[in-house]
């Protein structure tokens, strides 16, 4: 970060979608002409991902901000990432408020981080994370927060290949044993899409399961009372997706934004 201390960087990073020019005229003492043609060279002297990313509008839609994270995803599988908004100047941009354009739920498994896998950065998204991404109250209330408190357009439920908690809880049910202390919570909250699995035949049962309760879970928050009227209005989408170990793409399963 070799511009970190400069005041005229700091205008553009943090101007968002403000004129820099203009912004950086305004917070020197120099005639405008002078301060706007030093505003340039310093821009044209540090092109960083992260600044370009930084100044970016902020995704308004479901489908822009579903645009954003299939972008990220894209670089994520390709081995293109721009690691956007992770500097200090992001830091200080989002110190005051956050404003993310998305809710990740998805597993805790650690090889399934949204923010790397998203190529996101800094108060870009809410993510929550819990075993085989089951939901409760709590986790419920934490996915609406966004979405009630800020017009977060979008959240994204999202399974993945070859999840534990997920196989743990099938096998568990099909012996007809419980798991563990309070891992029998999660693999109560997966009996629905056991119960679901189950009713058909698949060539691999546990992974048809990982996907009937990913799009589950994503259908009952879609319906629930509180989020089904912004989904209804188009200022809120709900999508299904399944994350690929192997190739590290995100296919979507159900609930592509269509506007
Ligand atoms: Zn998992």
Redesign the pocket.
């Known amino acids: 970060m070799p511009t970190a201390g400069s005041p005229q960087r700091r205008a553009i990073l943090t101007g968002g979608l403000l004129a820099s020019a203009a912004l950086i005229t305004g917070c020197s003492s120099k005639a405008a002409d002078t301060t706007s043609a030093d505003a340039k060279a310093s821009a044209a002297a540090s092109p960083s991902p992260s600044a370009s990313l930084t100044a970016e509008a902020r995704p308004d839609s479901p489908r822009a901000a579903f645009a954003r994270l299939t972008e990220g995803n894209r670089r994520w599988v390709d081995g293109t990432l721009q690691h956007p908004d992770r500097d200090p100047k992001r830091r200080e941009f989002v110190a005051a408020e956050q404003d993310p354009y998305g809710v990740i739920l998805s597993?805790i498994?650690s090889r399934v981080p949204p923010e790397l896998l998203f190529d996101t950065g800094l108060g870009d998204l809410f993510v929550l994370r819990t075993g085989?991404q089951v939901v409760g109250p709590e986790v419920t209330g934490s996915v609406e927060y966004g979405p009630m408190t800020s017009g977060t357009p979008l959240v994204v439920v999202l399974g993945?290949q070859r999840?534990?908690?997920?196989k743990a809880a099938y096998e568990a049910m099909r012996a007809g044993k419980s798991l563990p202390g309070n891992l029998q919570a999660i693999a109560d909250a997966l009996k629905p899409a056991y119960r679901e699995t189950v009713k058909g035949e698949h060539a691999d049962p546990v992974d048809a399961m990982i996907r009937v309760h990913t799009e589950q879970t994503s259908a009952a928050l879609r319906s629930n009372k509180d989020l089904a009227p912004m989904v209804k209005k188009g200022d809120l989408a709900v999508v299904s997706a399944y994350y690929s170990l192997d190739t590290g793409r995100v296919e979507v399963l159900s609930g592509t934004p269509s506007a």
């Open positions: 597993c498994d085989g993945h999840c534990g908690a997920i």
